[in-house]
């Protein structure tokens, strides 16, 4: 079975630091990889998609990285707003697989 | 602007049935790929089904397949998923969603409905 494993399933940090979450996928998916946010109680929330492509409005200090199998989202310094859980998705093909998400907590 | 309004959810017995519906609003509905996605009470999210833009061939996740049939009416901009046969692990919020960013390949999800609650409960 087609697998989406993302690490770590939870992560402490504090405003201003620099956090990577990565995804890997069990066989390759090319770019097909897109990052969500969601907040308490809100639907999920799309950042990239093509693996880095930002979508429009979403601040500069997310970016995403990788191809074939292994795949990273940074923030590069975390902002008050970006305390939040992420999912990785793939698109490779049908079924869509998503990652087990990443709380990001206030250290 | 584009907006999805998703409506049906409730409480409802193992083994009974639900409908959920999704307003769709702001573009070209007919356009686009909907999908149905899931998420349990802190849990992570679960694809369910999806229907083609021209209500072609649906496809399901293993869990639902055979229960749940997704449906869209491109004439009221509408997409729906019949749920029979509900189990208690059905119990989640559901999310209507729609799929963007395409080109020639499936696409990642650009909008997301707000979510309506499926609770299964005896």
């Known amino acids: 079975d087609f697998q989406m494993t993302q690490f770590p399933s939870t992560v402490s940090a504090s405003v201003g630091d620099r956090v990577t979450i990565t995804c890997r996928a069990s066989?390759?998916?090319?770019?097909?990889l897109a990052w969500y946010q969601q907040k308490p109680g809100k639907a999920p929330k799309i950042l990239i998609y093509?693996?880095?492509t930002l979508v429009s409005g979403v601040p500069s200090r997310f970016s995403g990285s990788g191809y074939g199998t292994d795949f990273t989202l940074t923030i590069s310094s975390l902002q008050p707003d970006d305390f939040a859980t992420y999912y990785c998705?793939?698109?490779?093909?049908?079924?869509?697989?998503f990652g087990q998400g990443t709380r990001l907590d206030i250290k | 602007q584009v907006q999805l309004v998703e409506s049906g959810g409730g409480v409802v017995q193992p083994g009974g049935s639900l409908t959920l519906s999704c307003a769709a609003s702001?573009?070209?509905?007919?356009?686009?790929?909907f999908h149905w996605v899931r998420q349990s009470q802190g849990a992570g999210l679960e694809w369910v089904a999806l229907?083609?833009?021209?209500?072609?061939?649906?496809q399901y996740a293993d869990s639902v397949r055979g229960r749940f049939t997704m449906s869209r009416d491109n004439s009221r901009d509408k997409v729906y998923l019949d749920m029979n046969s509900l189990r208690i692990e059905d119990s989640a919020v559901y999310y209507c969603?729609?799929?963007?960013?395409?080109?020639?390949?499936?696409?990642?999800?650009?909008?997301w409905g707000q979510g309506t609650l499926v609770t299964v409960s005896p």
């Open positions: 969603v729609r799929e963007g960013y395409t080109s020639g390949h499936a696409g990642a999800f650009d909008y």
């Open positions: 702001g573009f070209t509905f007919s356009n686009y790929v």
């Open positions: 229907v083609p833009s021209d209500g072609g061939i649906k």
């Open positions: 066989q390759s998916i090319s770019t097909w």
């Open positions: 093509m693996a880095s």
């Open positions: 998705q793939e698109y490779n093909r049908y079924p869509v697989t």
